[in-house]
Structures are given as structure tokens and as C-alpha cells.
């Protein structure tokens, strides 16, 4: 059973940086594709970025802010956020599926962590 756990979130301002961190417990951490999804209050979950032995994927609404980057030695996957929006504000969720796909609908990853949350005040 793969284990999922999530840390970095916390409360900003408008334009700061974090980054969060998540652990994948799986000795073949490379054979997963790791992401980070988000939900805010009363809206759906929704994709943010993936990785997959090197391999990214972003959403259009983060592009150019946050990069999602990989060490396989520490099992770790991170997002680091930079000019952070009050829009930015969600539970972040790390998500792992054993297999690489251009489609990000959330209902295909396997494993989730317990989330970490993320707030951005104007």
C-alpha cells in the first residue's frame, strides 16, 4: 500500500512563495507519476501539475508560477509556488497512479495524501 504524505502548506500574502513537499512510501517511487491537485470551498478537485520522471504537466492556471520537480532519492515530490493569488487558496492533495498519461482527471490516481492547506490573502 503506497502511502502519501504531504507537508508545506501554510498562510500568505498575495505574491509570496511556499512549497510543498510529499513523500511517496514506495521503494519504485520513479514507476509512479506524482501530482498535486486542489480544492477550494464548494468547487470540484481540480489538476495543478504532475511529474513523471521528469517529465511535467501544468495546469494553464499555474503556468509560469509553480514548477513541480522530482527526487527519486528521497522519495519526494515538491511544488514550489511563487507569486501566490488569493484564487491559489485550496487543500492541495498529492496523488500517485503507476503509469504516465496525459489525462489528469483525478478519479485515475490510485493514491491520495491527506492534503495540506493553502491560503493566500489579498
Known amino acids: 500500500q503506497v502511502q502519501l504524505v504531504e507537508s508545506g502548506g501554510g498562510a500568505v500574502q498575495a505574491g509570496a512563495s511556499l512549497r510543498l513537499s510529499c513523500v511517496n512510501s514506495s521503494p519504485t517511487f520513479g514507476a509512479y507519476e506524482m501530482g498535486w491537485f486542489r480544492q477550494a470551498p464548494g468547487k470540484e478537485r481540480e489538476f495543478v501539475a504532475t511529474w513523471s520522471s521528469g517529465t511535467t504537466d501544468y495546469a494553464g492556471s499555474v503556468k509560469g508560477r509553480f514548477t513541480i520537480s522530482g527526487d527519486i532519492d528521497k522519495n519526494t515530490v515538491y511544488l514550489q509556488m511563487n507569486s501566490l493569488k488569493p484564487e491559489d487558496t485550496a487543500l492541495y492533495y498529492c496523488?500517485?497512479?503507476?503509469?504516465?498519461?496525459?489525462?489528469?482527471?483525478?478519479?485515475?490516481?490510485?493514491?491520495w495524501g491527506q492534503g495540506t492547506q493553502v491560503t493566500v490573502s489579498s
Open positions: 496523488a500517485a497512479r503507476p503509469y504516465y498519461s496525459t489525462y489528469k482527471g483525478s478519479q485515475t490516481y490510485n493514491y
